[in-house]
């Protein structure tokens, strides 16, 4: 069936460091790829997302790559700081109905 | 500007017991609503969705249950919760119409069934 897998499922940085988390979609129809941001008790939240007609996207800190003939897409964050400390979630869709979520990366930011 | 609640934030319930989890939408009209749950060290698992009031799909049979009485409400139902029944519970919404898009996610029910 329809899967993304997500990597790694931990992952710790140092201030100011670069964090990169990967995602697999097996699904070639899938055309928007999200990324949320989820603390800790709480619900996630949209940091960024990226659809099929668009190699890269960027927003401050943040950017997304996707290969589609690869069905890699990629969280780059640069600069990081402990506030981003969180876990990350991607997911793959071709529909509203159908997100398909990976299994998040918590990451973690030292002082 | 759109608001999500969802009701309660946290529930410690014994096993068989029934269970009602609600959500509401504030700020929009006709939104898609979606039930998720999120076990430990697990993605985002989705439940159940509605399009409109009345319509309820579920995505993954279990002995849980989704009703939608009024447009911007969305309740979550159980008659006898099993011990597998736990985990984190989310209610989100999108705009309807949109074929793909933000999902808006409240925050959250923590569900423990002993």
């Known amino acids: 069936g329809e899967n993304v897998e997500q990597h790694p499922s931990t992952l710790s940085v140092q201030e100011g460091d670069s964090a990169v988390i990967k995602c697999t979609y097996s699904?070639?129809?899938?055309?928007?790829f999200p990324w949320y941001k989820q603390e800790l008790g709480k619900g996630p939240q949209l940091i960024i997302d990226?659809?099929?007609?668009?190699g890269e996207k960027k927003d401050q800190r943040i950017a997304v790559t996707l290969n589609k003939t690869a069905k890699h897409f990629s969280l780059h964050i640069t600069e990081t700081q402990p506030e981003d400390s969180a876990v990350y979630f991607c997911?793959?869709?071709?529909?509203?109905?159908?997100?398909?979520f990976g299994t998040g990366t918590r990451l973690k930011v030292l002082a | 500007s759109q608001t999500i609640h969802q009701w309660p934030a946290t529930l410690v319930q014994p096993v068989g017991s029934p269970l009602s989890l609600e959500c509401t939408v504030e700020g929009t009209s006709n939104p898609n609503l979606y039930w998720y749950r999120q076990a430990a060290g697990r993605g985002l698992q989705l439940l159940f969705y509605?399009?409109?009031?009345?319509?309820i799909s579920s995505e993954v049979p279990q002995n849980l249950s989704a009703s939608r009485p009024q447009d911007r409400q969305f309740i979550l139902s159980s008659k006898k919760l099993l011990l597998s029944d736990s985990g984190f519970y989310l209610c989100a919404w999108s705009v309807a119409g949109a074929n793909t898009g933000e999902l808006f996610f409240g925050e959250g029910s923590r569900l423990t069934v002993l």
């Open positions: 997911a793959a869709s071709k529909s509203t109905y159908k997100y398909i």
């Open positions: 699904d070639s129809a899938s055309n928007y």
């Open positions: 509605s399009v409109g009031i009345g319509q």
């Open positions: 990226i659809r099929s007609n668009v």
